[in-house]
């Protein structure tokens, strides 16, 4: 259950097949939503196109989800009840301790620190470009010139913080109202199956 959850958000994924992928040629769906809507040649965004490989994204995780059900579903027969409380048990790294942490401490910084700087990098060029010596000579700060010079920051920036506000409320809260009645109400295993997939 565990490995079709882990590739639905592998399907999700957009930066790790951009920054691997698009060097290597690969297509991928997640990079080509991604070309379709943000053309190279300045054209309009192909909205056809994108629909279909939505499309094939909605299908292909709902499959992934349906089966990751089946498989919780057999999961929950599976269980085995005890009395006894089981202690929690801690194992103690010795010297392993700080090549643990060094790792840990590394994966982080991969983790958050890396995509920060590749945003850093792609917003100093006119367009996206591998990081790469050569492309040194065309890092720039004429984008953000042109970003503070444009009278729709300000309205844009007002229409992001209320998306923000907005969006997640209303998401919160129709999730929290389908979890409850997953969780909580009596009807069949179906229905509750069909509002998890919604």
Request: charged share 15%; net charge positive; glycine share 8%.
């Amino acid at each position: 259950g565990g490995a079709l959850l882990v590739a639905i958000f592998t399907i999700e994924s957009f930066e790790v097949p951009l920054l691997l992928g698009g060097g290597a040629g690969a297509d991928i769906f997640s990079t080509r939503l991604y070309y379709e809507l943000n053309s190279a040649s300045g054209a309009l965004p192909s909205y056809g196109n994108v629909a279909v490989l939505g499309l094939h994204f909605l299908v292909l995780t709902y499959l992934l989800f349906l089966v990751y059900q089946m498989v919780a579903l057999k999961a929950e027969r599976q269980v085995t009840l005890t009395g006894k409380r089981n202690e929690a048990k801690y194992t103690k790294l010795g010297k392993w301790k700080w090549p643990i942490t060094s790792c840990v401490g590394l994966l982080l910084a991969i983790i958050s620190i890396a995509p920060f700087l590749i945003l850093v990098w792609t917003s100093l060029l006119p367009h996206y470009l591998h990081p790469s010596i050569d492309a040194l000579s065309q890092l720039s700060l004429e984008q953000y010139r042109d970003l503070l010079s444009d009278d729709r920051l300000i309205p844009a920036w007002g229409n992001t913080i209320t998306i923000a506000l907005i969006a997640p409320t209303i998401s919160v809260g129709i999730a929290f109202t389908l979890a409850w009645i997953i969780a909580r109400s009596r009807i069949g295993r179906k229905w509750k199956v069909g509002l998890d997939l919604f």
